[in-house]
């Protein structure tokens, strides 16, 4: 590409606004001052144990109420930990209190009692030892590019230490804001006349969904209670919520809690409707129920459940509430007047009277004697489709998907796909078996074939070929696809679906290659599996494509592909990109992971005998950025600016190696590493959503080449299937602006092209839900290709022009 630098500014030029001009001293730590508790734990922290042994707890006399304290005898490198977001480009200023009492060096002479930043060199303040009062550190620190920090009340440091410490008033400023400007260059661009010979495939812009933190239960499903089928005993024995290092508080107990006498609560395994047991209350002459709170509700909304009930006749009349406020109006209720002996379902209907995300669901006997059995509850947005929230469901059918990608992911592994059949309040509940939590089987197989023909997608289904085995795929495949006369098939019509579902594709295990999987196994066993699982499945269904578990790094893919070649259609690849603090750099991981993957399957076909006369393509079944903080649940990390622009240059080079790459699956769609974020009650699209919607949407399918693209400036350019319409894609991942001039080779532009553009100034913006967008698709003025186009800095842009 040929530059002329025509501007006058350095290429990053820092302007330092002064800490008066508008800069407000906002504390970005949550309960900094440690006052806040769930369990008798501080809101917003964890802790972390690097090294050592170490005791945590809560001190109610700090130096302002509560305080952290840790204390170790023997010597420990451990932490009071929080993981906050930072805003780009910013000076910031963390400082607190801290006391000591007999505080010194342990095992690998740690420094003592001091606060810093997680893996920032120079980040951290003076450390104390000995026996000290309340003392003031501090120190200042820039974020760049960061967009988040691990903050640190530590003890130790860089080795152990004995004693004990406390930490209080904890603080996180922002005491200067720079901004980055560039200079204005030219550059120059020629566009190939003639398509290449491979199109590029619709499938490029398929999503994978996983069981896994937020992403389908607090997501997709519009299901608003935990452990609805209790799973876990109430009362809980422990804490209901733990956090993990990465910030996600995830559930670890039941979050049932207990109206009236704890002790009146127990676990009954007698006639139990769901799982192993349900909650009894036993009265003793005064009211008795449980409680689930946390919910998220919105004023005027209308709210559909039911409850699976059964007790003594004198515990009656029961009451369901939905209260969302502390006044004696501010709920709802549905009244049972009579119980019997038997299960007995009665449904539920609320709307709420406030917006809060503290409401709770009370079930309350009132009859004084007796007892009560709550087997099963169930609580949703009254506007649901179908168990799917509609607000999820509109933004998937904007993302317009043509393949989801299902049911893992790790959690395939240990996933028997019978437990999600049948009635789903019957349903067995299971402890997650690759992430944390819980898994209750609300969303099966007929609801994942239902939600793709909800939002006009073809399903993908992976099979277990970690714990499971040839003959539960092979059934698995008939179930969804033989006709009514097979054993499968007859179930499934039972079960509500008599007609096929006819998914073609089938990913054959996942990650069977790493050895974090369930079921791993070296690769000359794998191989063997492999192939006998395929071959049981093409004796079900001959037509079906079938996708191996590939993996270039290491060797697998190679070993796979010699040992199973005559045993797939395609196979998997994955790859996800980390952070860097360079923009270019940071949004180049991803293209060039694609390239290299797409090399390295070129160099198998030329030396590998078995792929001879074969066309064993690459399904990228999962590829994304992944870093950051878990802000929606597990996995749930944001995405900014900066990552659109990788997204987007990602799909470029899809489409250049549109010969050898059949399809990709943006993991995860919802929360995890998701392109589209949820709260309790609002939907957002995070920025990594806005390229796959827009090239999804307009951008040609015959790929065309292009002499002067760069990692600076990433041009793509394609004609769409009937040749008339001309599609260009420019992602700029620099501070400077652009001229650039096109030449077209021949082909001539019918007038002036319409155009879009997502841009940010700042590469660390970001959406969240329920909060007006930084980041969205917007329209362009109308463009003359024949002339310089500008293109501004940080910004995906896409022109589309009709031909002559």
């Known amino acids: ?55 945590f707890s809560i001190d109610s006399e700090g130096r302002t109420g509560a305080a952290v304290k840790i204390s170790s005898a023997s010597g420990s490198d451990a932490a009071w930990t929080q993981t906050v977001e930072v805003p780009a480009m910013t000076r910031l200023r963390l400082s607190g209190w801290v006391r000591t009492e007999n505080v010194e060096q342990g095992p690998g002479n740690g420094r003592g009692a001091l606060l810093n930043i997680h893996t ?76 290449a010979a491979h199109q590029i495939s619709e499938y490029i812009y398929g999503q994978f969904i996983e069981h896994l ?12 209670l935990q452990d609805r089928k209790f799973y876990y005993p109430v009362p809980a024995p422990r804490s209901i919520w733990r956090t993990t290092g990465a910030g996600a508080r995830v559930l670890a107990a039941s979050p049932w809690q207990v109206i009236g006498p704890r002790d009146n609560v127990r676990m009954t395994t007698d006639h139990a409707y ?16 449980i409680f689930q709170e946390e919910l998220g509700v919105l004023s005027g909304k209308d709210y559909a459940g039911h409850i699976v009930l059964r007790g003594s006749a004198s515990a009656a009349p029961v009451e369901i509430s939905l209260v969302w406020g502390d006044g004696p109006n501010d709920r709802h209720t549905v009244v049972v007047d009579r119980l019997h002996t038997t299960h007995v379902t009665t449904p539920l209907r609320f709307t709420a009277g406030a917006d809060t995300h503290e409401a709770r669901l009370e079930i309350v006997a009132l009859g004084g004697q007796g007892e009560i059995v709550v087997d099963v509850v169930s609580l949703m947005p009254a506007d649901n489709i179908e168990g799917f929230r509609r607000d999820t ?48 089987n609300d969303m099966g197989m007929h609801e994942f074939v239902r939600l793709c023909q909800l939002i006009d997608a073809e399903p993908m289904i992976t099979v277990n070929t970690g714990f499971g085995d040839a003959y539960s795929a092979a059934a698995q495949l008939e179930y969804a696809n033989g ?124 030396e590998m005998p078995q ?28 995405y900014f600016m900066r990552d659109a622009l990788g997204i987007a240059a990602g799909l470029h080079e899809y489409f250049r190696q549109s010969d050898i790459i059949h399809s990709a699956y943006y993991a995860q769609t919802v929360n995890v590493i998701g392109a589209i974020k949820t709260t309790k009650t609002a939907v957002e699209f995070d920025a990594t959503a806005y390229p796959l919607i827009l090239y999804r949407r307009e951008f040609g399918t015959r790929p065309l080449e292009v002499d002067g693209s760069s990692d600076e400036l990433d041009i ?47 590469p660390m913006a970001h959406n969240h839900p329920g909060e007006e967008p930084l980041i969205g698709i917007e329209s362009l003025p109308e463009t003359d290709l024949n002339e310089p186009v500008t293109v501004k800095p940080v910004s995906i842009n896409l022109y589309k022009v009709r031909l002559r």
């Open 1 to 55: 590409m040929n530059i002329v630098r025509i501007g006058v500014f350095s290429i990053l030029t820092i302007i330092y606004l002064a800490t008066g001009l508008a800069l407000e001293a906002q504390n970005l730590l949550r309960n900094g001052g440690f006052d806040s508790l769930r369990d008798g734990e501080p809101r917003a922290w964890g802790t972390q144990t690097f090294a050592g042994s170490a005791e």
């Open 716 to 762: 793509a350019a394609a004609l769409c299937d009937d040749g008339i319409w001309l599609t260009i894609g420019v992602v700029n991942s620099t501070w400077n602006t652009y001229e650039v001039s096109l030449d077209l080779n021949g082909l001539r532009p019918d007038g002036h092209a319409a155009g879009w553009t997502i841009h940010h100034e700042n």
């Open 393 to 440: 469901l509109e933004a998937l059918r904007e993302l317009n998907s043509p393949i989801y990608r299902w049911p893992g992911g790790n959690f395939v592994s240990g996933y028997d796909w019978r437990d999600g059949l049948g009635e789903r309040d019957r349903r067995p509940t299971r402890s997650n078996p690759a992430w944390t939590g819980i898994e209750p």
């Open 483 to 606: 006709d009514r006369r097979s054993e499968q098939g007859r179930l499934r019509a039972m079960n509500g679906s008599p007609e096929p579902f006819d998914v073609k594709y089938w990913c054959v295990g996942n990650e069977m290659w790493g050895t974090w999987q369930l079921g791993y196994m070296s690769l000359n066993h794998y191989v063997q599996k492999h192939n006998w699982v395929e071959s049981m499945m093409r004796e079900v269904d001959p037509g079906i494509v079938t996708v191996g578990s590939g993996n270039i790094p290491g060797g697998w893919s190679e070993g796979l592909l010699r040992g199973s070649a005559d045993h797939m259609d395609l196979i998997a690849e994955h790859f996800y990109a980390q952070s860097r603090d360079d923009l270019t750099a940071h949004v180049r991981q991803v293209p060039n992971f694609i390239r290299s993957r797409s090399d390295a399957h070129r160099r198998l076909r030329e």
């Open 274 to 289: 769901s799982g192993n047991h349900s909650p009894s209350i036993e009265l003793s002459g005064e009211p008795g129920g």
């Open 611 to 638: 792929l001879e006369g074969k066309d064993i393509r690459i399904a990228m079944t999962e590829w994304n950025y992944w870093y950051g903080p878990h802000v929606f649940g597990e996995l749930g990390t944001r």
């Open 213 to 224: 933190g937020e992403c389908i239960y607090g997501g997709i499903w519009a299901e608003m």
């Open 120 to 195: 920032f060199e120079g980040a951290e303040t003076r450390a104390l030892r000995g026996t000290r009062d309340w003392t003031r550190v501090e120190v200042e620190f820039t974020s760049l590019n960061r967009q988040e920090v691990q903050i640190n009340a530590l003890f130790g440091g860089w080795g152990q230490a004995t004693g004990t410490a406390w930490f209080d008033d904890l603080s996180l400023e922002v005491i200067d804001r720079f901004e980055p400007g560039g200079e204005t260059l030219q550059a120059a661009v020629s566009v190939a006349s003639e398509p």
